[in-house]
């Protein structure tokens, strides 16, 4: 149920619909925008959004569908419905043009199907595939006339006989015109620029009256100012005569191809009207697609019972007014739940109330009739049974209503018919009437929606409204903001605070005499004054800490990335540490078996020595020989062994512990110290009472002198602090590549070696940074390119699988690649 009758003029609809007509092609899409209506049925909503959803999808993408021309093809085939009747040329142009869109409309969305008949745009080509073939019935009105109209000569034998007369006749009399003119002239009858003329269909020259008896023939017409005689000489008459008869027949023969034409299309006449029944209705949705293009539109979650999440939520017709005067709306967030889902919003006059009881409205309202809304993606809307709404004055003198008693009355209406499924916005609740009763009475009736489960927003200026939503489950309290310093309205809305009227500050604003503001202040009394005061420091110091909860949480989420960062570098180093302390022992045992094997040669020829004295020292001397070789730079030192080179270094020892006098010797300026716990020496700038300044490396700071020992390590000389493995330069680096990585590369126009190597690296990072699927742009051409691709691609062990595009984004031209 949609109550008032007037609903959609309260809300701001009526212009809305008046929008979308504009931007149809035809009177049928323009008879379908009138048409629109609200639903409460889920399925029924989503079948309405789904087509133009998709149609949105097409025009940002820069695709548009052939559906302009398509004209006003019912009264043509309506003219010809009955048999022998026939439609003018003009017309049955028109009609062969409205087929030419049906017939490239149809192309268009049977080229995005695939092989097995599916499309990426199912919603769209559910309707287009019930388009029929019109190309017989195009093809049987080219046969007749030609793109401008004209019926062709050849559209009948008898025709192309009767213009073949006629342009013999023609030639004779033209001939025999400039025979008559010629002797006029030489007569002196005629000027020498003198020129024929038409008149009634029939070729005169022009004369001047003294002149006219001296040519024989018949008088046709004469100028307006009397000076200029049309005369149709007597040689040129039968003649004429002639042509007049042939263009009767002529007109005739043609009326006789039209009614064939006619009786040949009469049998399509069904079809025909369905296939243009369907563009229209594409062209409806077009429409639809495009005031969401206007609107900044999109597609939002769709729930089948009562939800309201909306973000970045706009009123569509205030956004393009305000864009046309190029300012910039102030969007809505608004969010309602089972347990808050009736909103009493207060605030200032002329602080954006009723703009946001009519955002809502106008937004849910279109939902329903299947336009697209101007949200956020990411809002979620759901399916109310009913909308009433309240605003307005609807007083009356024919039906003796006041202001209040119409206010009443919707009140009864919405009381009655109002059920768990339905939106009410009331605008201004419980005014036009005694403050005291009206406001009790306003409480009572929304005491009386929230037992009947009512979702809605309504807005008040009534301190008591206000209070009974913050103490009533159901019921929420909501704010305009307003800039108390500037006193100016900021156009937000906050949920979960009540807002002030700002009636003392915007009466001083607006220059009303003190006396009268202080004599008001003392009759309501200073704690009514302040409310609205207390109410904005409440307000403020929520925001405060709002504020520093969300700075902590950044915080410790910062701090949770630093911990994650260094957990991982270390498990980093501790990997590599395992590697070279692996690969260093297996190098040891190399080198361990080579010493074995020498030692055991040794042995052997002692043996076979058999105790000589001058071979045995010889083979001493060969194995002192190897050993020493095994001990130099380029044997088992570490300078020489690069897995060795790579090992960690032994720690240094500690210095020794300071003696017992240096520990108690008091910090003076120019002692080299350290901070308890840091292992980095300073040097001592400055010493007052217990502080000292002192200076680590680039770091000068202030600490306790109780915080600081004596060191024998010379700061001037001490070594810089070794950076970790993962610095933060490139992690930082690393994560501006993963931020401006894409998941598309073009390589059209390069070299085969050029590309691969620019392949390599994208895929390395599409590897590294889970992309998980990235596209190769390369082009058809001679498909040399696109082979030595795919044969690297073969290659790579993080590639899953890769296929061509789609063809309706590229098809051959480029390569899916889906990454393991």
């Not at 008591?464 to 900021?490: C, I, W």
């Amino acid at each position: 149920m949609i109550y008032p009758d007037r609903f959609e003029h309260k809300i701001g609809f009526t212009a809305v619909r008046q929008r979308v007509a504009e931007l149809c092609a035809c009177d049928a899409s323009r008879a379908m925008v009138e048409a629109m209506a609200f639903s409460a049925s889920a399925d029924e909503v989503r079948a309405r959004l789904q087509p133009a959803h998709e149609m949105l999808r097409l025009l940002r993408a820069g695709e548009m569908p052939p559906l302009d021309g398509l004209g006003n093809p019912d009264e043509v085939l309506k003219a010809i419905r009955l048999p022998g009747t026939f439609a003018p040329a003009a017309e049955m142009l028109s009609l062969r043009r409205a087929l030419a869109v049906v017939a490239d409309t149809a192309d268009f969305f049977a080229a995005r199907r695939d092989e097995e008949g599916r499309s990426p745009l199912p919603a769209l080509d559910a309707i287009a595939c019930r388009i029929g073939t019109v190309r017989n019935e195009a093809a049987a009105i080219d046969r007749v006339m030609d793109r401008y109209g004209e019926i062709l000569d050849n559209a009948s034998p008898e025709l192309a006989a009767i213009r073949r007369q006629l342009s013999a006749m023609s030639g004779s009399v033209n001939s025999a015109m400039r025979r008559v003119m010629a002797r006029a002239v030489a007569d002196g009858v005629l000027e020498a620029d003198a020129a024929p003329a038409m008149r009634d269909g029939r070729l005169v020259i022009p004369v001047a009256p003294m002149n006219k008896r001296r040519i024989s023939g018949i008088v046709h017409d004469e100028s307006a100012s009397g000076k200029t005689v049309f005369i149709e000489p007597a040689e040129v008459v039968e003649a004429n005569n002639r042509i007049r008869e042939l263009q009767m027949e002529e007109r005739r023969e043609i009326t006789r191809i039209l009614i064939r034409l006619a009786d040949e299309l009469r049998p399509s006449i069904p079809s025909i009207e369905e296939s243009v029944e369907v563009v229209a209705r594409l062209d409806f949705v077009r429409a639809k697609a495009r005031y969401a293009v206007e609107t900044d539109a999109c597609m939002p979650s769709l729930s089948d019972g009562p939800e309201l999440e909306w973000y970045h939520a706009c009123h569509p017709e205030l956004l393009l007014s305000l864009r046309r005067q190029g300012r910039e709306i102030v969007p809505l967030d608004i969010v309602l739940t089972p347990g808050a889902r009736l909103l009493v919003i207060s605030g200032p006059n002329a602080g954006g109330k009723s703009v946001c009881l009519k955002t809502v409205g106008v937004l849910q309202y279109m939902l329903q009739c299947g336009l697209l809304p101007p949200v956020h993606d990411n809002s979620h809307f759901g399916i109310f049974s009913d909308i009433f709404v309240d605003i307005g004055d609807d007083q009356s003198i024919e039906d003796d209503l006041s202001t209040y008693s119409s206010h009443l009355r919707n009140m009864k209406t919405i009381v009655g018919n109002g059920r768990p499924g339905s939106l009410v916005l009331i605008d201004e609740f419980g005014g036009g009437t005694e403050p005291q009763i009206g406001g009790a009475i306003a409480q009572a009736i929304l005491h009386r929606f929230v037992d009947l489960g009512l979702w809605g927003v309504v807005t008040t200026h009534y301190q008591n409204l206000k209070h009974f939503a913050e103490d009533t489950d159901g019921l929420v309290n909501g704010s305009m903001l307003y800039d108390r310093h500037l006193m100016q309205p900021l156009f937000r809305l906050s949920i979960g605070n009540p807002g002030s009227s700002f009636a003392v500050e915007i009466a001083r604003k607006t220059g009303l005499p003190q006396e009268i503001i202080r004599e008001a202040e003392e009759i309501v009394g200073s704690d009514y004054v302040n409310l609205d005061k207390y109410l904005l420091d409440i307000a403020r110091d929520r925001k405060y800490w709002e504020n520093k909860r969300m700075a902590i949480r950044q915080k410790e989420k910062k701090l949770e990335e630093t911990l994650r960062r260094y957990e991982e570098e270390a498990e980093t180093l501790r990997s590599q540490r395992r590697e070279i302390i692996g690969e260093a022992r297996q190098e040891a045992r190399k080198i361990l078996e080579g010493s074995n094997a020498a030692i055991e040669r040794t042995i052997r020829t002692i043996r076979e020595a058999q105790a000589d004295r001058e071979r045995t020292q010889e083979a001493r001397r060969k194995l002192e020989q190897e050993r020493r070789q095994m001990e130099s730079a380029k044997g088992v030192g570490s300078g020489g062994n690069e897995l060795l080179r790579r090992a960690p270094k032994a720690k240094k020892p500690r210095p020794a512990t300071p003696p017992a006098g240096a520990a108690s010797r008091p910090i003076a300026v120019g002692d080299a110290v350290k901070l308890d716990g840091e292992g980095t020496p300073g040097r001592v700038l400055e010493v007052s009472g217990k502080r000292a300044t002192v200076v680590f490396g680039m770091l000068k700071t202030t600490v306790d002198t109780a915080r600081l020992r004596h060191t024998a390590a010379d700061p001037d000389r001490a070594p810089a602090r070794q950076a970790s493995f993962v610095s933060t330069a490139t992690a930082d680096d690393l994560r501006d590549r993963q931020l401006s990585f894409k998941r598309d590369i073009d390589v059209r126009g390069m070299r085969v070696d050029e590309a691969l190597q620019a392949i390599t690296y994208f895929i390395d990072d599409a590897v590294q940074f889970s992309a998980g699927r990235v596209r190769i742009l390369h082009g058809t051409g001679t498909g040399a390119l696109r082979q030595a691709i795919r044969r690297y691609l073969d290659t790579v062990a993080g590639v899953a699988s890769y296929r061509d595009e789609h063809v309706q984004f590229g098809g051959a031209g480029i390569t899916v690649v889906d990454l393991a």
